[in-house]
């Protein structure tokens, strides 16, 4: 089975600086996809970006990118230049995969980070 | 075109009765997931269908709980003899296939039981 941690319940942040939301996950896989969710009072859940452990790049997506240490099981979200429309919940998920990065479909959720950007 | 939708989008109830919610995944859409997210928590799976069959049921927490997708396109959880402890947001997510990394989530139904 899969855990995936978020510690800070939650964060803030002034417009236009940079914040970085922190994630650790376990897994006995050799192979998965790591994302990050946003996830504002609409409830739409959102994707923001997405990993596959076997790429060794950070994968990057305009203003957000992502430190994944594969060894140390972290997955960090970097936001730049934030804005006030980011100001949501923020969830790190899991999906196992196969060698060939054919995904076996359900998600394992953090508990979720509540970030408030201030002007 | 249009993402996934989910009726009601509130849903009050009281204690023992029975609750009906719908998800209608993305067009052409053949593997829809349910998850359940308890306040300030992060969702739960409960059950992924591929196609007409639930693949996957491991998350449904008991046998009040069930789901039919038999057409293999719109999806109805059903919860028999609701508790207090079912209240939550019941999010649906659709993807092309199961093999496919891109989940796309409804808005939710919350559900209310008094």
């Known amino acids: 089975a899969q855990t995936v941690t978020q510690s800070q319940p939650e964060m803030s942040v002034q417009e236009a600086e940079t914040v970085t939301l922190s994630c650790t996950y376990d897994t006995s896989e050799n192979n998965y996809y790591l994302f990050w969710y946003k996830q504002p009072p609409s409830r739409q859940m959102i994707l923001v970006i997405r990993?596959?452990?076997?790429?060794?790049q950070n994968a990057t997506e305009n203003r957000f990118s992502v430190n994944f240490q594969k060894a140390a099981k972290s997955f960090s979200l970097k936001i730049s230049d934030s804005q006030l429309g980011d100001t949501a919940m923020y969830f790190c998920a899991f999906m196992p995969a196969n060698a060939g990065g054919t995904s076996y479909g359900k998600l394992t959720f953090g508990q979720g980070t509540i970030l408030t950007v201030h002007p | 075109g249009a993402g996934v939708s989910q009726t009601p989008s509130n849903k009050v109830t009281e204690k023992g009765k029975y609750v009906e919610l719908r998800c209608d995944p993305i067009s052409g859409h053949t593997a829809l997931y349910w998850y359940r997210q308890s306040l300030g928590q992060g969702p739960e799976f409960l059950i992924y269908f591929q196609g007409t069959g639930a693949a996957d049921d491991s998350g449904l927490p008991n046998d009040r709980f069930f789901a039919v997708r038999p057409e293999g396109s719109v999806s109805t959880l059903k919860i028999q003899r609701t508790e207090r402890g079912d209240s939550a947001v019941y999010l649906c997510a659709s993807s092309s296939y199961v093999g496919s990394n891109e989940q796309f989530f409804g808005p939710g139904t919350r559900l209310t039981v008094l």
């Open positions: 990993q596959e452990a076997y790429k060794q």
